[in-house]
């Protein structure tokens, strides 16, 4: 059995700037963080041929091409089984849909899993570029590439997407109390609302496919914001990226009607009313996570208890995509 892990993720800073229609042409940077909650995959090889899927749903197939669920299916093609006789099962501690970036962790580690199977090592590098042929090259998603690659890599890391296509990749030299202080002050609510990253993202690369300046304008704002972030970060001013961070949800908001509703709204202000210095919605946006930085929050978590919001705590992960067990 072969088991593998690869862990969900916040963005901290420079969301949006990671897709192929802005970075090709302006360059993209982006501070992501993964967090100690993971998307999990299973191999085993059954006694029977075929392939065993068992996730939301249950397929057993004999060959590949025949796999409904897309990202498994080109996946084992990329794998060029002659013979298949594969049981893979998922399993994740949050469901998708809630902007913590599960497609790319779930990717690479099938990838991963799928490498161990066969005797096989796949670097970081490697394994963060063979997930983003997968979903977007092959899958054609309207995606960006932090979410293989904080998958990939872990940590609290910068990522400069290049317009070559490739990636350069650094750890955010913070300290070990800036990193305690944002683990204590850091708080992320579920709003109740699920959505689809790519239909949210489809709009904004749409966009800037065309130039649209208003988008192009408000990505550069972004990118220059996540540059003020991470400087902020590295001086241990957790405050000011409070700050930043509130400044990036209202421009965020202004990409895409789709990005917030009314309620989120609500709750948002009603965080900031009640101990939160800024925050916004993670991920693509239109629902799942709202992050806070928190000035109280005992004051903060009391509140929005109060109006139904469950918390989700965490830790960060420096590990990334990582072999569980292999027996």
């Given at each position: 059995?072969?088991?593998?892990?690869?862990?969900?993720?916040?963005?901290?800073?420079?969301?949006?700037?990671?897709?192929?229609?802005?970075?090709?042409?302006?360059?993209?940077?982006?501070?992501?963080?993964?967090?100690?909650?993971?998307?999990?995959?299973?191999?085993?090889?059954?006694?029977?041929?075929?392939?065993?899927?068992?996730?939301?749903?249950?397929?057993?197939?004999?060959?590949?091409?025949?796999?409904?669920?897309?990202?498994?299916?080109?996946?084992?093609?990329?794998?060029?089984?002659?013979?298949?006789?594969?049981?893979?099962?998922?399993?994740?501690?949050?469901?998708?849909?809630?902007?913590?970036?599960?497609?790319?962790?779930?990717?690479?580690?099938?990838?991963?899993?799928?490498?161990?199977?066969?005797?096989?090592?796949?670097?970081?590098?490697?394994?963060?570029?063979?997930?983003?042929?997968?979903?977007?090259?092959?899958?054609?998603?309207?995606?960006?590439?932090?979410?293989?690659?904080?998958?990939?890599?872990?940590?609290?890391?910068?990522?400069?997407?290049?317009?070559?296509?490739?990636?350069?990749?650094?750890?955010?030299?913070?300290?070990?109390?800036?990193?305690?202080?944002?683990?204590d002050n850091l708080?992320?609510?579920?709003?109740?609302?699920?959505?689809?990253?790519?239909?949210?993202?489809?709009?904004?690369?749409?966009?800037?496919?065309?130039?649209?300046?208003?988008?192009?304008?408000?990505?550069?704002?972004?990118?220059?914001?996540?540059?003020?972030?991470?400087?902020?970060?590295?001086?241990?001013?957790?405050?000011l990226f409070g700050?930043?961070?509130?400044?990036?949800?209202?421009?965020?908001?202004?990409?895409?009607?789709?990005?917030?509703?009314?309620?989120?709204?609500?709750?948002?202000?009603?965080?900031?009313?009640?101990?939160?210095?800024?925050?916004?919605?993670?991920?693509?946006?239109?629902?799942?996570?709202?992050?806070?930085?928190?000035?109280?929050?005992?004051?903060?978590?009391?509140?929005?208890?109060?109006?139904?919001?469950?918390?989700?705590?965490?830790?960060?992960?420096?590990?990334?995509?990582?072999?569980?067990?292999s027996s």
């Amino acid at each position: 059995m072969i088991i593998c892990r690869s862990p969900l993720r916040i963005s901290l800073g420079g969301g949006g700037t990671d897709l192929p229609s802005y970075y090709k042409e302006n360059e993209g940077f982006v501070i992501s963080a993964a967090i100690n909650h993971y998307v999990y995959v299973t191999i085993n090889r059954p006694f029977k041929d075929g392939i065993f899927l068992k996730y939301s749903e249950i397929e057993n197939v004999k060959k590949a091409s025949d796999i409904k669920h897309k990202i498994i299916r080109e996946a084992l093609l990329l794998e060029n089984l002659k013979i298949p006789k594969l049981e893979i099962t998922t399993l994740a501690d949050i469901p998708s849909g809630t902007g913590l970036g599960s497609s790319g962790s779930f990717t690479t580690a099938l990838i991963k899993a799928l490498y161990a199977h066969r005797k096989h090592h796949i670097y970081h590098s490697d394994l963060a570029q063979l997930a983003c042929k997968i979903e977007l090259d092959l899958l054609k998603e309207p995606i960006g590439k932090q979410d293989q690659y904080i998958a990939a890599y872990g940590g609290i890391t910068c990522f400069d997407f290049n317009k070559d296509g490739n990636v350069t990749v650094s750890p955010l030299k913070v300290d070990i109390n800036t990193i305690y202080d944002l683990e204590d002050n850091l708080l992320l609510f579920f709003t109740g609302f699920t959505r689809s990253a790519s239909d949210i993202l489809k709009d904004q690369n749409d966009k800037t496919e065309t130039n649209n300046i208003n988008m192009l304008n408000n990505l550069h704002y972004v990118k220059n914001l996540g540059i003020k972030i991470k400087t902020a970060l590295e001086n241990g001013d957790t405050q000011l990226f409070g700050e930043y961070m509130h400044e990036h949800w209202e421009n965020k908001k202004k990409r895409s009607p789709g990005m917030s509703n009314s309620q989120i709204d609500g709750y948002y202000q009603y965080g900031l009313k009640n101990g939160a210095v800024g925050g916004k919605i993670v991920g693509a946006g239109g629902g799942g996570f709202l992050m806070f930085m928190a000035n109280d929050r005992n004051k903060l978590r009391h509140a929005m208890n109060k109006i139904g919001l469950s918390e989700l705590r965490f830790s960060f992960d420096f590990e990334g995509s990582k072999l569980v067990l292999s027996s």
